[in-house]
């Protein structure tokens, strides 16, 4: 009997969530607990971690969960990780519901690093005022260039004080459009940018308004995540599960 996990987050999952409900397929939803007030969902919800592989595991078995589909964020390495290790152990199906990057168009003015310390390295010491639209879990590392004026976007409002003496924080959950990027880009007279390629359409606004504004942006990589299907719309997940539900795998 199929039952899928569907391991959420994004646009995507959101999509997919729709298609299973609507199809009537048995499916839980799961968060990891990061924002106050995530999205409802039209399918059963969990919110939280596992509790590593191990925990992954067991609730795999207690749930007798036949397929996972991680549609969590390309930068959700960790968990993408350990689906990887918990389905191979438990020999449950798996497929990654992945949006591809961002690809480069004319007249993107865009610096491509391999994690956040190239970020900050790509950045000046001083004199720049940065749109940080990577979320809050890796604003630290850029304590390194504290002169620089920073424009934060957040989900929620922050509840530590910000780790960056120049800063100032807009409190939105996308997805964004292009026409308030750019407004918020020169409202705050913004001079670079630094996103991760998230891909997708939710986090794409900021990369169309630097364009039209002619601003440079830094793009951050995606992290490692080890090799497993990976299908690129929610349609091919349901075509997946229903061949693979022939095959009564
Ligand atoms: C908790 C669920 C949906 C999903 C919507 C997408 C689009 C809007 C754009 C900018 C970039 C950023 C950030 C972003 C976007 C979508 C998608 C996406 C980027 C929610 C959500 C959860 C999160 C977690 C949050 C992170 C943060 C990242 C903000 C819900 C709204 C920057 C990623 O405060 C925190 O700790 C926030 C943490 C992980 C990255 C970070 O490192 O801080 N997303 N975002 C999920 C959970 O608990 O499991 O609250 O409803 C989901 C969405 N955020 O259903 O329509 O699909 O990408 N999310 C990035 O792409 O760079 C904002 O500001 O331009
Ligand atoms: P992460 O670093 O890859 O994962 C850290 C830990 O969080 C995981 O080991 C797991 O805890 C728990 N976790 C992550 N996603 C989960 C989920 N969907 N359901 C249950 N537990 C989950 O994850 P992250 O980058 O913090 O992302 C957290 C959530 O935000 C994900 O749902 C992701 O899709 C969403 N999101 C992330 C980004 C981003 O930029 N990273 C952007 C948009 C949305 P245990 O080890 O205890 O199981």
Known sequence: MTRILLLGGTT?????????????????????????????????????????VVGLVDYLRAERI???VDATHPFAAQMSTHAVAACTESGVA???LERPGWPQGEG????????????????????????LAIGKQNLAD???KPANFY????????????PLPNAEAVIARGPFDMASDRQL????AITHIVAKNSGGSGARAKLDAARALGLPVILIDRPHVPPRRVLDRPEAVMAWLD???DLGV
């Open 151 to 162: 424009l934060l976007r957040l989900v929620d409002p922050p509840t530590d004080p910000l």
């Open 66 to 68: 036949t397929h996972v």
């Open 142 to 144: 850029f304590a390194a």
């Open 243 to 245: 061949h693979s539900a």
């Open 94 to 96: 798996l497929a990654g």
């Open 185 to 188: 880009l020169e409202h705050h």
């Open 12 to 52: 995507e999952a959101t999509m997919l969530a729709r298609l299973l409900a609507e199809a009537g397929v048995d499916g839980i939803f799961s968060y990891a607990g990061r924002t106050d007030k995530p999205m409802a969902q039209p399918l059963p919800t969990r919110v939280g971690g596992f509790g590593g």
């Open 108 to 131: 993107d003015r865009w610096t491509h690093v391999a994690d956040m310390s190239g970020a900050v390295a790509a950045l000046p010491s001083d004199g720049a005022r940065v749109f």
